[in-house]
């Protein structure tokens, strides 16, 4: 079955070690996106890339960084976690067609500690 | 900037009651998704809605998405506990690129 994936789906670093979570899709699809969720809130997009350019959010931390090396992955790094970075990371994707139709696929989720 | 609100934030029903959240808008949405989402894990589409007036069904949920595509409802009759879940609504629009304006989410519960 096409889907996104995501590794690992539980993550705990200390307090200002670097991190790395990993998103892989098979849907084929040109838009990927990370997202960061807490407490049952609404996901807060942290940026985008649509094929290979990268789109930030405005009020993304600096200490937050991605890769897409390849249609299939991307990568979130986040360099020195701080506490308040405890959160569950979501990975989506999305296929534009030029259509009027948005729809996005999540994966499962990494759930950060730090500690 | 587009706005979603989400109303209620949290429902608790016991099962078998029907349920119904909304989602409204100032703003025209080109499509507007459901999500549930279940604790420790993604949200998952449920149903993407298109058209003004448009009523989508999956099982027991049924989708409304407003005549001026502003607003939506999810209505879940007969609830089950396995319907418990964040359920979060999400517009799309093309002055905003590929990215959704999420919905605050609401908390359902329903006790067995």
């Known amino acids: 079955d096409a889907m996104v994936i995501q590794n690992p789906r539980y993550q705990v670093t200390q307090f200002g070690k670097p991190v790395t979570l990993s998103c892989s899709q098979t849907?084929?699809?040109?838009?990927m996106y990370w997202y960061q969720q807490k407490s049952s809130q609404a996901p807060k997009l942290l940026f985008h890339?649509?094929?290979?350019?990268?789109?930030n959010e405005a009020d993304t931390p600096d200490n937050f960084q991605s890769r897409r090396p390849n249609t299939s992955f991307c990568f979130l790094d986040i360099r020195s976690p701080g506490l308040g970075d405890a959160a569950m990371y979501l990975c989506?994707?999305?296929?534009?067609?030029?259509?009027?139709?948005?729809?996005?696929?999540f994966g499962p989720g990494t759930r950060l500690t730090v500690t | 900037t587009q706005l979603l609100e989400q109303s209620p934030q949290f429902l608790s029903i016991q099962e078998g009651e029907n349920l119904t959240v909304y989602c409204n808008s100032s703003?025209?949405?080109?499509?507007l998704q459901w999500y549930r989402q279940e604790p420790g894990e993604g949200p998952v589409l449920l149903v993407t809605?298109?058209?003004?007036?448009e009523v989508k069904k999956l099982k027991r949920l049924t989708f409304q998405f407003g005549d001026a595509r502003k607003d939506s409802s999810l209505h879940i009759t007969a609830a089950q506990p396995g319907d418990t879940g964040l359920y979060l609504c999400?517009?799309?629009?093309?002055?905003?690129?590929?990215?959704?304006?999420f919905g605050g989410g609401t908390r359902v519960l329903v006790k067995p």
């Open positions: 809605v298109v058209t003004g007036g």
């Open positions: 703003s025209v949405f080109s499509s």
């Open positions: 849907l084929n699809h040109n838009v």
């Open positions: 989506a994707t999305s296929r534009d067609r030029g259509q009027r139709v948005y729809e996005q696929y």
């Open positions: 999400a517009g799309g629009v093309r002055a905003a690129g590929n990215k959704l304006t």
């Open positions: 890339y649509y094929d290979k350019d990268f789109n």
